[in-house]
């Protein structure tokens, strides 16, 4: 009988009389902030999360415990990370009291060629396969934050993800399915099953998964340092493998890899200052729509309204349209990005939006010349670090060397194969990357350090957190929360064009009365379950300096604090 009363239940009653609201009334948080003194991390794994609290507890600051967080992500959350990948972050620093920016994205192999695509037939980098393989960059990002900032050994900040990779550890429902799908497609690589599939299958939901060749790789790098992953016995592996494989990735390319400091770029966005690195990554996308959207009174259209996210649509095919065309490596093109993040230019773009209709194509401008991990962590200092970390597409490329326990990227699979393309395969050339680390300050202080996972959903991600907390007035959990907008079908810097005004998709929660209003502006909309991406944010009060966390409900994140 109770069966048949719930059932009747859900017809006759409205939902609040047997699903209660929240108390505190915040229409969108899943749960409340975070709140703490002394230091704060977020990240999108537990185990990670607790890591990095240990390392702060142990007298380590942000930068050391991102570092330990991110190295446990990479065991723990395969799927989407891991030391065969890239590595981007913004550090706040409280004793200089600046923000720095570090690009540690790799480079394309030397010895291969754009005339070896083409002689090959290819119109585009495959996926996977030894084709799309670029240096790794992720543990010379490690040792250039440590070498800046660091204060623990790094033997101390790697030692967690040592012992949970040699004992084990019990793998999440949602790592649990990507990995299953993940290696399902990479299995036909030699020793992805090896490493990934002890069992003969992907790790189940709860089961303990140990990785000790990660383990002997991480502890060769903790008592070897940078140079024993780029110029020692692990590099010769990967070059050996590589070479095997038919790929092109050699020792001279591990040898020759270096990070960059870059200065962050940002917009003023009502007040609040929006921090992104420049290319090779996508950050500017976000800048640029902040300022097309800045012209419209978008409290005023309210969130979740057809007008909302219409004009926010229409911005983001602007921006991403620029983004098809410009965004590339700076060492091999002079990007105009100073003239895409000007004011008088987000005005010009903006008059092509047309309130009433859906654009079916648009082009970039020609302004004049004057699945990725998200981690941010806080010290009792005030250092904050904002990092993201990824091998793209999931777990990589497949190629998996043996005895290192790790999946090389696929970053290179982001090369345009146009000729005279901004972002056209080159020797040593830094692909367009999508994952990128964000920060707002207001008034010369810090205040939030925020990222949003997922591909192109990343800039799109980073506008409607911005908007979701400045326009909207939600708080910092909250804003993760609120259901999300994913346009796709934008042209792509591999040199795919829109042509038909693509299509957005809505999480739950978007009202089907302003749904179809959108379709009468001629937008076609559909549901989708995934693709939103994964939100970790730490905001610092201006005033008592006490830190607010969030965590992304989608995924296994944990905000926590002491």
């Known amino acids: 009988m109770k069966k048949h009363f719930i059932i009747l239940a859900t017809l006759f009653f409205p939902a609040s009389v047997y699903c209660q609201d929240r108390i505190t009334g915040h229409d969108f948080a899943t749960r409340s902030e975070v709140i703490a003194v002394n230091g704060m991390a977020c990240t999108s794994q537990p185990l990670a999360t607790q890591t990095a609290i240990d390392i702060l507890r142990k007298g380590g600051n942000a930068i050391d415990a991102a570092i330990a967080a991110n190295a446990v992500l990479g065991l723990v959350e395969p799927t989407g990370s891991g030391i065969g990948g890239d590595l981007f972050a913004i550090i706040w620093s409280e004793q200089k009291q600046k923000l720095y920016g570090l690009n540690a994205s790799g480079r394309s192999p030397r010895s291969l060629k754009l005339d070896y695509f083409k002689a090959n037939g290819y119109e585009s980098i495959p996926a996977t396969g030894p084709l799309p393989v670029s240096v790794p960059g992720c543990v010379d990002g490690w040792f250039e934050m440590h070498g800046m900032f660091g204060i623990l050994p790094m033997e101390d900040l790697l030692q967690p993800a040592i012992n949970y990779a040699r004992e084990g550890f019990p793998v999440t429902e949602l790592i649990a399915y990507y990995m299953d799908s993940g290696t399902r497609s990479l299995k036909r690589f030699p020793n992805v099953a090896d490493v990934y599939m002890p069992d003969g299958h992907a790790p189940r939901k709860g089961e303990i998964f140990k990785n000790p060749a990660l383990a002997n790789t991480l502890d060769l790098i903790a008592r070897g340092g940078r140079d024993e992953f780029y110029k020692g016995s692990i590099a010769r592996i990967i070059s050996d493998f590589m070479h095997e494989q038919g790929g092109f990735l050699t020792y001279e390319d591990m040898a020759r890899h270096h990070s960059e400091w870059v200065e962050p770029i940002s917009t003023d966005y009502r007040g609040y200052t929006v921090w992104e690195l420049p290319p090779n990554g996508q950050g500017t996308a976000a800048l640029q729509m902040l300022n097309i959207l800045e012209g419209y009174n978008i409290n005023e259209m309210g969130f979740g309204s057809a007008e909302y996210i219409h004009h926010f649509v229409e911005a983001k095919k602007l921006a991403f349209e620029d983004r098809a065309k410009y965004y590339s490596d700076p060492a091999f093109n002079d990007i105009p990005v100073q003239e895409l993040l000007s004011k008088e230019y987000a005005d010009e773009r903006r008059e092509l939006i047309n309130p009433d209709r859906a654009a079916r194509r648009v082009s970039a401008g020609n302004p004049e010349k004057g699945n990725t991990i998200y981690l941010t962590v806080a010290d009792k200092d005030g250092n904050m670090v904002s990092l993201i970390q990824s091998n793209y597409r999931g777990m990589g490329s497949g190629m998996c060397p043996p005895g290192l326990g790790f999946i090389l990227q696929d970053r290179g699979e982001l090369f345009s194969l146009e000729e005279g393309h901004f972002n056209v395969y080159a020797p040593g050339k830094r692909p367009f990357h999508t994952i990128i680390p964000a920060f707002i300050t207001k008034d010369g202080k810090p205040l939030i350090s925020f990222g949003v996972m997922g591909g192109a959903m990343q800039p799109q991600g980073h506008v409607q957190i911005v908007v979701n907390i400045v326009d909207f007035g939600m708080n910092l959990q909250e804003a993760g929360d609120a259901p999300r907008i994913r346009h796709v079908g934008s042209s792509q810097p591999t040199g795919g064009l829109m042509t038909d005004g ?61």
Do not use: C
């Open 502 to 562: 693509g299509t957005v998709n809505l999480e739950d929660g978007f009202r089907w009365e302003e749904i179809q209003k959108l379709l009468r502006k001629g937008h076609s909309v559909q549901w989708d379950l995934g693709g939103y991406g994964g939100y970790q944010a730490i905001m610092r009060h201006p005033v008592t300096g006490v830190y607010y966390g969030a965590s992304e409900s989608r995924k296994d994140g944990q905000a926590a604090g002491y």
